[in-house]
C-alpha cells in the first residue's frame, strides 16, 4: 500500500529535477508536500471516514443510531484508516504540482477509495465485497474531504 507514494515520490523528483535544477531541491519539496498531505489526510481522514460510516449505517438500519455509536467508532477508525489515510495524503502532495481544478478531488477520493477497500479485501471477511465497498465509499468521502482542505476551492489557485 505505501508503496504508490514512494512511486510518486520518484516520479515527481525524476520530472523536476530539470525544472527545479537539481534533484535534491526536487526532493526536499516532494518531502515537504508528502509530509503536509499525510498529516492533514492522518489528522482528518479518518474522523470523516467515520462519520461516512456511522451516516451509511444509520440509513441502512432506517433510524438515526445513537451519537455514542460515532465515539465507539472512532476507536477503529484510526487503527483502520490511518495507513490507507497516510498513504493517499502522501499520494497527492507527491502528485501536487500535477493537480489543479476538479483533478486533486477526483484523485484523492479515487485512490482514498482503493487503498481503503485493500485491508478490508486483504481480511478476507465473511462479507468481503459489501465490506470492502463501506469501507471504499468511507475512504472516498474522506479523501474528497481531505483534498478539499488540502488544495482549497476547485478554480482556486492553490499555495
Do not use: E, H
Amino acid at each position: 500500500m505505501l508503496i504508490f507514494p514512494v512511486l510518486a515520490a520518484v516520479f515527481r523528483i525524476w520530472a523536476s529535477a530539470g525544472v527545479d535544477g537539481s534533484a535534491r531541491i526536487s526532493a526536499w519539496d516532494c518531502v515537504v508536500d508528502q509530509f503536509k498531505g499525510g498529516a492533514l489526510f492522518v489528522a482528518v481522514g479518518p474522523l470523516v471516514g467515520t462519520l461516512a460510516a456511522y451516516l451509511a449505517v444509520s440509513l441502512k438500519a432506517g433510524t438515526v443510531l445513537n451519537p455514542l455509536a460515532a465515539l465507539f467508532l472512532l476507536l477503529f477508525a484510526y487503527p483502520m484508516g490511518a495507513i490507507p489515510a497516510m498513504a493517499t495524503g502522501a499520494l497527492i502532495g507527491a502528485l501536487k504540482p500535477w493537480l489543479w481544478g476538479w483533478r486533486p478531488l477526483a484523485m484523492s477520493s479515487a485512490m482514498g477509495a482503493l487503498l481503503s477497500s485493500i485491508p478490508s479485501l486483504a481480511a478476507g471477511s465473511a462479507r468481503g465485497l459489501s465490506d470492502a465497498a463501506l469501507f471504499a465509499a468511507c475512504g472516498g468521502v474522506a479523501g474528497l474531504a481531505c483534498a478539499r482542505l488540502f488544495f482549497g476551492a476547485p478554480g482556486k489557485a492553490s499555495g
